[in-house]
């Protein structure tokens, strides 16, 4: 074959398979966290903020780990003040604005913990997504009083706590 | 009747009415105080709340009864739900603290009440409800009663129909407000601790200025 021809070739091949392959790093996950379990409770919710840097649209796809039984990708819908919470099959990360996932809101859910999340631990988790692969997370479980921003506090202004 | 007359005629009745309407405005009719502007919705007139019996978290029965003399925030929910409940529970908490600090909670009640009896026993609701806050109450009944209940305070709650496993339940994420005459008063549709204790507040306002 040519050498201009193979050249041409390699070079399609290489710019082809980059449309299938997210630039390393375009996906950002921010503080991954969770509450940790009240007594008797065997569910769960992870929370974070997923920024997509790409020029596409990426799709969570799935959560995996240890952590608990099965884990489900969750939304809320609100309807007159009535909470649905439904799974859904992939979470849409756009480009330009952050993805929240949130209490009242999208989260994964952890069916079955194996074990009671505890204030201060931390658990893997693996997010699953269509474009950026997988991404390894280290999740923090904050206690009941963690996210007291909003608490007035007596010195006249509130502490945001990141565990 | 000459027109000096009349014209006089028609001055003392124009006075006249004038002054009738300056006393039926301020010393006739009482003053009307607006009802309080709330995130939800303030109950006008209250409405009174009627029998119900559930079981408390000590496994004793309940009833209206309970609730004379204070006032109640109640919630419905269940403990399996993984989000919104502690979400809610804990804003509860924080504006628990808020009236606390406000010296408005001299004896104030707060109940979550399980719309989920086959997973909530009363001795389960013992152990979630007080990790919320130690002042926390939890309460659950036969699916009969809590429908009825339910239904007395416009509480939308759905348990599957072929419930299994590990089955979600829709339900109202509304706080509700009972007064120490056990009257529905208001319906906080908003769940931010300080707008809560700042709308219990003007309720209070509301009621001392009656």
């Not at chain 1, 799974?87 to 999208?106: C, D, R």
């Not at chain 2, 919320?132 to 036969?142: D, E, I, V």
Request: charged share 20%; hydrophobic share 40%; proline share 8%.
């Amino acid at each position: 074959m040519k050498i201009i021809t193979r050249f041409l070739m390699s070079f399609f091949l290489i710019t082809g398979m980059s449309v299938y392959a997210a630039e390393p790093g375009t996906l950002q996950i921010t503080e991954p966290w969770a509450r940790e379990s009240p007594p008797t409770m065997t569910n769960g919710a992870v929370y974070m903020t997923l920024t997509n840097t790409g020029s596409e649209t990426d799709r969570l796809l799935e959560g995996s780990g240890e952590v608990a039984e099965t884990i489900e990708l969750h939304t809320h819908i609100m309807e007159n003040h009535v909470a649905k919470m439904r799974k859904v099959e992939s979470i849409e990360v756009a480009t330009g604005q952050p993805t929240v996932l949130q209490p009242g809101g999208l989260h994964i859910m952890l069916i079955g913990l194996k074990q009671p999340l505890t204030a201060g631990q931390t658990f893997p988790l693996t997010l699953r997504f269509e474009k950026a692969g997988e991404i390894p997370v280290e999740v923090t479980v904050r206690g009941k009083d963690a996210d007291a921003a909003e608490m007035p506090q007596s010195d006249g202004h509130a502490h945001h706590h990141h565990n | 009747m000459a027109p000096r007359a009349r014209t006089l005629l028609v001055a003392a009745v124009a006075i006249l009415a004038f002054g009738l309407g300056l006393w039926l405005n301020f010393g006739l009719l009482p003053d009307r105080v607006d009802p309080p502007a709330i995130a939800g919705i303030f109950l006008e007139p209250p409405r009174s709340v009627e029998d119900f019996t559930l079981i408390d978290q000590t496994g004793q029965p309940f009833t209206k009864d309970r609730w004379h003399g204070k006032w109640t925030f109640l919630y419905f929910g269940y403990t399996f739900c993984p989000d919104v409940c502690p979400l809610t529970l804990l804003e509860l908490s924080k504006m628990q603290k808020i009236l606390a600090q406000e010296h408005l909670d001299q004896n104030n009640a707060y109940l979550f009440i399980s719309v989920d009896p086959a997973r909530d026993t009363p001795e389960r609701l013992g152990q979630y409800v007080p990790y919320f806050n130690p002042k926390f109450q939890g309460a659950t009944g036969t699916p009969e009663q809590l429908a009825g209940l339910a239904k007395q305070f416009g509480v939308y709650y759905k348990i599957p129909d072929a419930p299994e496993g590990n089955y979600t339940v829709d339900h109202s994420s509304t706080v509700l407000l009972i007064d120490p005459q056990v009257r529905l008063r208001a319906v906080f549709t908003e769940g931010q601790p300080a707008l809560m204790a700042a709308d219990f507040r003007k309720i209070l306002e509301y009621d001392t200025a009656h």
